[in-house]
């Protein structure tokens, strides 16, 4: 969204309206995850995020509920998260269904750990037609968590979570069809579900894609896409950055102007999709004696 586009919206939130609070809340969340080098500013609109998602959560907006008490921040008290989540339950909202139970109870968040209780409301939640809960059912299967692992069911659920949409499970059965875990290895689509994965901002997706590029397994060995997916996978990389995983010698192949036309086809894809810009990686002089 632009300045301006923000501005209007925060006109209307501030008016009382409830949809644009909540907007208001997930634009400055958004804004908050992405700004990876301002540790005081992602701090200090997380803070205005959880301000707009209380506004319209007591106004009983479930979403608001939801998301004040889902997102990955201490917004709130364990109890209070608690019961946020349940009176969205209330409100006929699947979302909060899986966040109860990955949350409270395979994650064991705030001591409230039951296998048996998570996966029951996980698997309620994907009856419910929730793309996430097929993830975190097909993690439940794959780790044997409330039931006995098994890689074919948990490549199941993860397939079904793939198929309606959901980016994580598309990573998910990427890598089980890359290696022929739980079911029959099929490199080429494994490249499918990790672009699809990629194309919606998932980073292990997108670094997973760039592997696949720079290898040539499953695509034509490509430099410039390798790059260009593994810049935008480090943009929301947490920990160790997708780059460090690519063998120096590739990069050592490219070309300055391979190098330049992979950022800027990064960076036409991030500022597409909202994303701070990425700078070309520092090349890696070739060493004396190298071929």
């Known amino acids: ?45 997380y ?32 109890e209070e998260a608690f019961k946020s989540l349940d009176k969205a339950i209330s409100l006929s909202y699947t979302p909060a269904i ?24 996980l698997r309620k939640a994907a009856e419910g037609g929730d793309a996430e809960a097929y993830y975190f059912t097909g993690i439940a299967y794959e780790q044997g968590r409330g039931v006995v692992a098994d890689q074919i ?36 689509e494994s490249v499918e579900w990790f672009r699809k ?26 430099y410039i896409v ?5 810049l935008i996978a480090d943009v929301n990389a947490t920990e160790i950055g997708c780059l460090a995983e690519i063998d120096t010698m590739d990069l050592l192949q490219m070309t300055p102007a391979q190098v330049a036309e992979a950022t800027e086809r990064a960076n036409a894809w991030l500022k597409e999709h909202h994303y701070p810009p990425t700078e070309a990686p520092h090349r890696v002089e070739q060493p004396v004696g190298a071929l």
Not at 199 to 220: D, F, I, K, S, T
């Open 1 to 45: 969204m632009t300045t301006a586009e923000v501005s209007g919206l925060a006109k209307l939130a501030g008016e009382g309206n409830t949809e644009t609070e909540l907007m208001m809340g997930l634009t400055m969340q958004l804004y908050a995850e992405r700004m990876r080098y301002d540790p005081q500013g992602r701090a200090d609109l």
């Open 153 to 188: 069911e948990a490549t199941k659920w993860f397939l079904k979570g793939a198929q309606k949409g959901d980016a994580s499970s598309q990573n998910s059965v990427g890598i089980n069809f890359a290696e022929g875990i739980g079911t029959r290895k099929n490199v080429e």
């Open 197 to 222: 994965g990629a194309e919606q901002g998932n980073y292990e997706a997108a670094c997973n894609l760039a592997l696949h590029y720079m290898r040539g397994q499953g695509v034509p060995k490509n």
């Open 98 to 121: 899986t966040a109860m139970g990955q949350l409270f109870y395979m994650d064991g968040r705030c001591g409230k750990n039951d296998y048996g209780k998570g996966l029951q409301l």
């Open 47 to 78: 803070k205005l995020s959880a301000h707009w998602f209380r506004k319209a959560s007591e106004k009983g907006s479930a979403p608001a509920l939801y998301f004040l008490a889902a997102s990955d921040l201490p917004l709130m008290s364990c």
């Open 226 to 230: 390798s790059l260009m997916w593994g």
